[in-house]
């Protein structure tokens, strides 16, 4: 059995193309060609020359020797804060641009909910000199403003979204009536493994250079490929997508997915997908969300603006389903516990989004010789006012 | 016979009108129907409310977030339309996003619509492909017409694909767009009118998306044998009374 995706677009029962008409010409442009594309040759010379020379990888895989003795266990983590732009999203941005000029686009569109992927798409339309637009629902723009400022600095048009309740689902929802409208010359850089197919694989294989660079770094330090266990904070889930691509059949390797409780799954102040969702379509891809008995979505919450999607991508969706994940709910508490805790014992601020994957120390033991990989996937200067806020800094 | 079949044979142009269930208020669904009726509408298309509607304009956007917040959902409007057959006669389309008939279960969904006397639906984001291996035989298990959409881009090959899907009528979205956005047609949406018209599909052609008036309407048929108008109805609800509908439905038809 594998956990990757098959040929018709799924993963397992969850995936394809659930899109209106109007975009079916985008989309299929991008099914006919994004496999035949991303493996010419030149395209991949391209994208690993930026990937090296521009973001700075390969990320360290770092050994957190303090926060090891801790928990008594072996920690690595794998430093996609150190990436230009501070976090995992570029890795797929990059991938999406080179995708984009060979497509012939000349205009970008993206959504953004904290704004992390609107400072990547907006920097690689930056570097390629093409025109890009971002959708940010109101709500965001107002909480996220040194992202916007960052965003303009680099010359992308924000767009705030105005419908719904004006944050990143809606945001999505923007991009999409965007590309509706502009069919032939816009690509949409869209920044999870979400949407319909191909774009939960697109994005996926985008990112999987990052559990490419684990195992030839676990293989230096520790004489194997295989670690223990991978742990990854899930919004939509791009960053656990790239963390665990290349062991998704490998099921001596543990998965554990966090997701974000909020105050409490029970609160209805969360956005535990897996605990509060069931199976139904969002944003063209059948896959687990939270909804009303009725079918409407609903709204997330989480202290984390990155982790605040009703919806999952399809690939966690069905290693939930499939139980080769283990999911995890973390709450803000624990979450910012955990961010203040690393910055205390290891001298690195992490992205509340990746606070939660490291809060899972706390709730789960593990043995001292189990070498567990946790993706580091974003640094914390976004968060500061809300460390400050929260700590009363 | 179908009732949407049996209105198509009609020598005539048709006239199709959307709103959205649960707009302006909650219990407006019947009379909205009923007056429609009355004004000679050929046929109505019922708007399932969605909270995320991917494919519509800021007005159907907002009649369907006012008509959720007034309360409306499935089982609601299956209540409201109980009796509708009592009274009504012309086809009755439910148009709505797949998540909330996914929630309600396709084949309770497509009972209920048979129980009623609804004639149809138009899910746009359930794509053709997907309805024709997993729901098919279930929406023709109960007599109800899947109708789907094409637009400028759609080529040549998969219209025709589409036309032999379909049993009814093809929902022609007149430019690339949302609804709503565009009023009026330039000549890249007549071209796109009169090519359609001369590729000899089976299904006839109704034009949906930029039609708001007595023009607009008139172009649209010129090639077509019926055109839709949505937003500018909803717009026309926002500011008359439901008992109003004449007004806006009238000038359009006077002129056939």
């Known amino acids: 059995m594998s956990y990757n995706i098959n040929e018709k677009g799924y993963y397992g029962d969850f995936g394809g193309a659930y899109i209106p008409e109007m975009l079916y010409p985008n989309i299929e442009e991008l099914r006919e060609n994004y496999l035949k594309i991303t493996s010419e040759p030149s395209f991949q010379e391209e994208f690993h020359q930026l990937l090296k020379d521009y973001v700075g990888r390969p990320s360290p895989l770092y050994f957190a020797k303090r926060l090891s003795e801790k928990y008594n266990t072996k920690i690595y983590l794998k430093r996609e804060d150190l990436n230009h732009t501070g976090a995992h999203k570029v890795n797929n941005t990059i991938g999406q641009i080179l995708l984009a000029k060979r497509l012939g686009k000349t205009r970008i569109i993206a959504e953004t909910g904290a704004g992390q992927h609107g400072v990547a798409t907006a920097t690689v339309c930056a570097l390629m000199g093409i025109e890009c637009v971002v959708y940010m629902g109101e709500v965001d723009i107002a909480r996220q403003a040194p992202n916007v400022a960052r965003m303009k600095m680099l010359g992308a048009k924000v767009v705030p979204a105005i419908s719904g309740s004006r944050t990143l689902k809606d945001a999505t929802n923007e991009a999409m009536r965007d590309w509706i409208n502009n069919p032939v010359d816009t690509h949409y850089i869209v920044g999870s493994v979400v949407g319909p197919h191909p774009y939960p694989d697109m994005v996926a294989r985008f990112q999987a250079v990052v559990s490419k660079e684990i195992k030839n770094q676990l293989l230096e330090k520790e004489g194997s490929e295989d670690p223990n266990y991978l742990i990854a904070c899930v919004g939509g889930g791009s960053n656990a997508a790239g963390t665990y691509y290349h062991y998704l059949d490998n099921e001596n390797v543990k998965i554990i997915a966090v997701e974000a409780a909020g105050k409490g799954v029970e609160t209805g102040e969360s956005a535990a997908t897996m605990v509060l969702g069931n199976e139904g379509i969002i944003h063209g891809s059948k896959t687990l969300l939270m909804q009303t008995k009725d079918g409407q979505i609903t709204e997330p919450y989480s202290i984390s603006a990155g982790l605040d999607y009703p919806g999952v991508g399809p690939m966690h969706a069905n290693l939930y389903k499939t139980g080769r994940a283990e999911f995890i709910a973390i709450k803000d508490d624990e979450a910012m516990k955990a961010g203040m805790q690393l910055s205390k014992l290891e001298g690195i601020i992490p992205a509340i989004e990746t606070s939660h994957a490291l809060a899972v120390f706390e709730t789960k033991k593990f043995k001292p010789e189990d070498i567990v990989v946790v993706n580091l996937s974003g640094r914390g200067d976004k968060d500061l006012q809300n460390y400050i806020d929260y700590f009363k800094l | ?256």
Do not use: W
């Open chain 2, 1 to 256: 016979m179908n009732r949407i079949n049996k209105k198509l044979q009609e020598d005539k142009k048709l006239l199709s009108i959307y709103f959205t269930a649960g707009f302006p208020h909650i219990d407006d669904t019947v009379t909205i129907i009923q007056n429609l009726e009355k004004s000679g509408v050929d046929m109505i298309e019922i708007g399932l409310p969605f909270s995320d509607p991917l494919a519509d304009g800021p007005t159907i956007q907002d009649s369907s977030k006012k008509a959720l917040q007034n309360g409306m959902t499935s089982e609601l409007l299956f209540e409201q339309l109980k009796d509708i057959r009592n009274t009504v006669s012309i086809p009755l389309i439910i148009m709505g996003y797949f998540n909330p008939i996914l929630q309600y279960g396709v084949e309770a969904f497509c009972k209920k619509c048979k129980a009623i006397g609804i004639d149809g639906l138009i899910i746009p984001d359930l794509p053709v492909d997907i309805y024709h291996s997993e729901y098919k035989s279930t929406f023709e298990n109960y007599g109800l017409k899947n109708i789907f959409l094409i637009t400028p881009q759609t080529s040549d090959e998969r219209i025709h694909y589409i036309d032999s899907v379909s049993d009814g009528f093809i929902y022609m979205v007149s430019s690339a767009s949302t609804t709503g956005a565009k009023s009026g047609f330039g000549n890249i949406q007549t071209d796109y009118f009169e090519r359609i018209s001369t590729m000899n599909l089976k299904n006839p052609q109704i034009v949906g998306f930029g039609i708001s008036n007595k023009d607009t309407f008139n172009q649209a048929t010129k090639f077509a044998k019926g055109a839709i108008i949505g937003s500018a109805f909803i717009k026309h609800l926002k500011e008359n009374t439901i008992e109003d509908l004449n007004s806006f439905i009238l000038p359009i038809l006077n002129k056939h």
